[in-house]
Nanobody, 121 residues
């Protein structure tokens, strides 16, 4: 499975961005998809995940109420709508594929290349 993230950029605090991740390969729609982020000097951390059907989602406490994850299995794409962005959200964002019960613990099967999100104060 290959994952390609896009949509990053520079935004002012309080602004919004939507990230997309296009997945290719077999059985993509059978797996959970998620987003992670890594800030400079920090380890990669879980942000959000969505189950294979899109019916279940889970978020890190730091983004609850501000970020929304969704997926479109007809397009094999997962999205991350980010609102009320804060400078602390600045990081490289990565999409990933894995099992629903493991992905939030960073136990993933495939990583995509990251996309930079920078939030200015």
């Amino acid at each position: 499975v290959q994952l390609q993230a896009s949509g990053g950029g520079l935004v002012q605090a309080g602004g919004s961005l939507e990230l997309s991740c296009a997945a290719s390969g077999r059985f993509v729609s059978s797996y959970a998809l998620g987003w992670f982020r890594q800030a400079p000097g920090q380890e990669r951390k879980f942000v959000a995940a969505v189950s294979w059907s899109g019916g279940s989602t889970i978020y890190a406490d730091s983004v609850k109420g501000r970020f929304t994850i969704s997926r479109d299995n007809t397009k094999n794409t997962v999205y991350l709508q980010m609102n009320s962005l804060e400078p602390e959200d600045t990081a490289v964002y990565y999409c990933a594929r894995g099992n629903w019960g493991k992905i939030s613990r960073s136990l993933v099967d495939d990583w995509g290349k990251g996309t930079q999100v920078t939030v200015s104060s």
